[in-house]
């Protein structure tokens, strides 16, 4: 049985231009925490994993933009990992090797639609970055993952295209309507090492957006972005 799992993932290994020296270990990062509360056997899911492969990933995105971008200052670096070092891009790059496929998952997180869930293919893959590194050695995790990481890297480099979403709603609120907007967290799903905040941002007392994130800084810049895109659209309108 566990053979053929393992045969079973000899594709992805191949989309990944990687063969492990242990597939056990992406077998441990593929296997979700449903699925391991379901089955009778004592079975590790990847959340320790996926806690090493987060910090793999800022680590080679750092290293290749200070070698790359040396006029860029700390700010502007930030911003671009962060823009790709982020649940919706790590998801996107999911897809593009079909990690979804081989995730091991509980029937009801299969039946719901976990394969393609934005949350479980990103925390899915930092989990096969961490076990890629405890395969093999940061050198290694650089060389194959950095080709598709550079991709995602260069939409972002020219840093006027990385907005600050917040910035320009308050911009747009006090010149448009003296005031400025106010945030609130209004809900934390899921437990403390993947927690999500949902956040809205109110003016004149009115919710205009809504959004959530990792961070209550990601939720809050995704529902000032709703704003804007509200504020713009009813000008676009004539409204």
């Known amino acids: 049985m566990l053979e053929e799992r393992i045969n079973e993932l000899i594709p992805l290994q191949k989309a990944l231009n990687y063969s492990f020296n242990d597939p056990h270990l992406l077998n441990k990062a593929l296997t979700h925490k449903s699925y391991a509360n379901e089955i009778d056997i004592p079975v590790k899911n990847n959340e320790r994993f996926e806690f090493l492969g987060d910090s793999v990933l800022d680590l080679i995105v750092s290293d290749y933009m200070i070698h790359e971008y040396v006029d860029l200052a700390e700010g502007a670096l930030s911003k671009i990992r962060a823009a790709v070092v982020n649940e919706g891009c790590l998801a996107v790059l999911a897809k593009e090797i079909g990690l979804g496929q081989y995730l091991l998952l509980g029937k009801g997180e299969h039946l719901s639609g976990g394969r393609q869930k934005t949350s479980i293919l990103a925390n899915a893959y930092e989990a096969m970055v961490g076990a890629l590194f405890c395969d093999s050695n940061l050198e290694t995790v650089s060389k194959v993952l950095m ?73 809050e810049q995704n529902a000032a972005m709703m704003a804007l895109d509200n504020y713009l659209s009813d000008s676009d309108s004539g409204e």
Not at 171 to 191: A, D, N, R
């Open 147 to 219: 080709p598709t990481l550079v991709v995602e890297i260069d939409k972002y480099k020219n840093t006027c295209k990385i907005r600050d979403f917040k910035s320009d709603l308050q911009e747009y609120t006090q010149g448009k309507l003296t005031c400025i907007p106010s945030y609130k967290v209004v809900g934390e799903i899921g437990p403390d090492h993947e927690k999500r905040f949902e956040v809205e941002v109110t003016v004149r007392n009115k919710v205009q957006g809504k959004g959530n994130g990792r961070s209550k800084k990601e939720a």
